[in-house]
C-alpha cells in the first residue's frame, strides 16, 4: 500500500508544459503580472531572459493563456530548430483565420497583416509568443522585429513577447531589445519555491503531501541548485526509487542516490559541493547529463 501511494506521488512530476499544472510562485507571479501589464497598457513588446532550464517555455505557454483570458488573440510559437522560411506558416496556423482567409492567393505575410487588421478594427490585441528566440532562424527574426518596430496602424493592437537566454541575447532583434517595455529575468528556485512547488505538484496528483521528509526537500534544492525542470527530474527518481524501496518516505539518502544517476561519477562524488547550474557551458559534465535526460 505504502509503495503504490509513492508511486502515485511520482506522477505528479511529469515534466510536462501544462499550463493547469503551472506552479508560479512568487516570481513567476510577478512575471506573469509584468506581462498582464504589456496588454493593460497596449505596449509592443515584452522580453523574457533565463537560462535553459528555468521555466521560460512553460510560462510564455501559461502567459499566452492568461492574456487569451484578458481578451486577446494569442498564439505561441518556439523557434528552435526551425528551418528559414517555416515560421510565418507555423504562427498563421495558432490563429484563428477562417478557411476562406487561409485559402485566399495571397502571401503568408500579407495573410498575417491582414489578421491584424482585423482585430485591430475590432479592438481585440492580438498576443505573439515567441519562445527559444535566440535559437531561430534569421528570416523569423526579422519578422519580429518588423512587427514590434512598425509604425502602421495594423499594428496598433499588437504586442509580440520574446524569451530568450542570456547568453542568446545577441541574437535577439536590436527593435525587441531596445523597444521592450520590461525586461523580466527569471531567478532560480529558493529552498521555499522548491518546497512549495513540490507540495503543489503533489497536490495536482491527489498525491500524499508528505512524500518528502524536511531533509529530501533540502538536498533536491541543494542538488537541483533550484532549476525547476532539474527539480522536477530529481524529484521523480527520487520518488520512483523510494517506492520501489518500500520506504513510506522520501528522505535525503534516496535522493542523493537518485542525484547519482543524473550525474557522471565524478561530480556526483564532489563531496558537499552543490552543483552549479550552467545551461550553456558545454564543458561542465553536468549539463552534458541533464541535456541528454531532457532532450
Not at 489578421?115 to 505573439?128: G, H, I, K, S, W
Not at 533550484?226 to 527530474?233: A, H, N
Not at 542516490?257 to 561542465?284: F, I, N
Amino acid at each position: 500500500m505504502v509503495r503504490n501511494r509513492l508511486q502515485l506521488a511520482a506522477t505528479a512530476f511529469t515534466g510536462t508544459i501544462n499550463p493547469a499544472g503551472f506552479h508560479a510562485g512568487p516570481s513567476r507571479e510577478e512575471a506573469l503580472a509584468r506581462l498582464e501589464w504589456l496588454l493593460a497598457e497596449r505596449e509592443r513588446c515584452g522580453l523574457v531572459v533565463a537560462e535553459s532550464g528555468l521555466g521560460k517555455s512553460h510560462l510564455a505557454a501559461v502567459a499566452a493563456r492568461r492574456l487569451g483570458g484578458l481578451g486577446a488573440e494569442t498564439a505561441v510559437l518556439s523557434l528552435r530548430g526551425l528551418p528559414e522560411g517555416e515560421w510565418i506558416h507555423l504562427l498563421l496556423g495558432r490563429l484563428s483565420l477562417d478557411a476562406a482567409s487561409r485559402a485566399e492567393p495571397l502571401s503568408p505575410w500579407l495573410k498575417l497583416e491582414n489578421r491584424l487588421r482585423e482585430n485591430t478594427l475590432m479592438e481585440r490585441p492580438t498576443v505573439l509568443v515567441f519562445d527559444d528566440v535566440d535559437y531561430g532562424p534569421s528570416d523569423a527574426l526579422e519578422g519580429m522585429a518588423r512587427l514590434v518596430a512598425a509604425g502602421e496602424p495594423r499594428f496598433a493592437s499588437t504586442i509580440v513577447i520574446a524569451t530568450a537566454t542570456p547568453g542568446g541575447l545577441a541574437r535577439v532583434p536590436d527593435a525587441v531589445r531596445h523597444r521592450a517595455a520590461v525586461r523580466i529575468d527569471l531567478p532560480s528556485w529558493s529552498e521555499s519555491d522548491v518546497a512549495d512547488y513540490l507540495a503543489f505538484a503533489l497536490r495536482q496528483a491527489d498525491a500524499i503531501t508528505d512524500a518528502f521528509s524536511e531533509a529530501a526537500i533540502g538536498t533536491i534544492a541543494r542538488f537541483s541548485a533550484g532549476v525547476p525542470r532539474l527539480t522536477c527530474r530529481l524529484a521523480r527518481l527520487a520518488t520512483v526509487a523510494a517506492a520501489g524501496e518500500g520506504l513510506d518516505q522520501v528522505d535525503a539518502a534516496t535522493v542523493e542516490r537518485a542525484w547519482r544517476e543524473l550525474v557522471p561519477a565524478g561530480v556526483a562524488d564532489a563531496g558537499d559541493r552543490t552543483p552549479q547550474w550552467h545551461a550553456e557551458a558545454a564543458p561542465h559534465p553536468t549539463v552534458k547529463a541533464v541535456r541528454r535526460l531532457w532532450g
